[in-house]
């Protein structure tokens, strides 16, 4: 793939997706799905055959950080991250996000890019769903492990 094919990739991407600036995604290399942004990277010198998407996973400027931290990177150990992509952080922005490295060939289509980004977006918007749950069931633990070794 080419920048020019990557570009016009984009158009019809936004198109199939409802957006109304076609070029946006193209140009800017941004996108918003379901309350969710996304940074598309292509880069044809470096790799043409690979699209890098990284998703905005939660804000961690509040108290539950290193619990939430904890629970992303031991995700990437259970995790299929081929499939699924890698947590990781931004750290100038504070934010946890999803990095997804999308291996494309002659054939992709922006069907399958598309249906691909929705599912990375759904896939992150539940992770966020569970993570009162899992921050809870962590602290938890991490309690119930300091008064054991307390009473020891």
């Keep these: 793939m080419n920048e020019e094919q990557f570009t016009q990739l984009c158009r019809d991407v936004s198109f199939l997706l409802g957006e109304e600036d076609g070029e946006t995604l193209g140009k800017f290399g941004k996108i918003s799905l379901h309350n969710k942004a996304i940074t598309v990277f292509f880069d044809e010198e470096i790799d043409s055959s690979e699209i890098v998407l990284y998703i905005d996973m939660i804000s961690l400027n509040n108290t539950d950080r290193e619990s939430i931290l904890s629970i992303l990177m031991g ?78």
């Design 75 to 152: 995700m990437n150990l259970l995790n299929n991250h081929h499939q699924l992509g890698i947590c990781a952080l931004d750290p100038i922005r504070n934010i946890a996000i999803l990095k997804k490295n999308i291996f494309i060939n002659d054939v992709y289509t922006p069907d399958q890019f598309a249906m691909q980004m929705l599912d990375l977006v759904n896939y992150v918007n539940q992770i966020c769903t569970q993570l009162p749950e899992l921050i809870s069931n962590l602290n938890n633990s991490l309690s119930s492990r300091n008064k054991i070794s307390q009473s020891v």
